[in-house]
């Protein structure tokens, strides 16, 4: 068998039918590399996977990026299965590209579903492709203009909004400093999209109350259903996103239910980059 695919939505996500063996071989792999660029989100549902295959998949697909020196991080807010991730989990409610405080994100994230919330608990993604390419040209012209300051503190604190020193001291700006981007990802494809997170804190030459007001606005056109694919877990899904073309968020859940999903990180191929303008040019 080779493949086989069906889209979740007009504009984003496509369920991936293939079996076990042709995932893991590389078979596909340059097909899938190409699909999901172009759709976000890539499924595939019933192929009974071991954290071997999560592996072997990954690594057909780009260079897996050891978190805390490991190739697969459980994400669950039980603390005992995840002292690292645990903590953040309120902070994923909240719409978000990973690592964007830092100049280079991951290419894109595998996830595993080993044990889903009853109610709430779905990934939605949604494309930030689209969502620029829908815009008038002046908006586009506005916004290509626009550098804006990520902060990992800064999502973290709408989940957590009196966050305790230790808190601070793990997640905090002294541990993730601000990281400087443009508003609109230049990529090396020659498309381009919005680079849209709550970890936007600030947008440079705007006040705080402008640089809010524009990004709540930004977040309501963002979060049009036409551009979200919002993923129902079952046990045993395998999901990976496109890290540069989409953002994420995590519908809340009830914390002690033991939702646990096992993640693979693909490391990023290409750094944010903006309009030529932006550069300071070194001589
Ligand atoms: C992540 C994340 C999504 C989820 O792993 O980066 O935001 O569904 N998690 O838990
Ligand atoms: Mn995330």
Redesign the pocket.
Known sequence: MSYTTVDLTPRIGTEVKTDLETLTNGAIARDLRVLLEKRGVLLFRGLKITDEDQIKFASTLGTIRLEHGLQITK?TPDEAKSPIFADYTKG?YYFHI?GTYTDMPGLA?I?HARSVAPAGGQ?EFGNTYAMYEDMSAEEQEFLDGLAVIHSAEKIQRLANPNPTPEQIAAWGERVNPPERHPMVWHHRSGRKSLILAHTIKSIVGMNQGESDELLAKLMSWAEKPEYIYSHNWQVGDLLIWDNTGTM?R?VPFDLSCGRE?D?VTLLGEEPITGPFRYHTVST
Do not use: P
């Open positions: 994400i994923t990973d994230s996830l990934t994420h995590v999903l993640r």
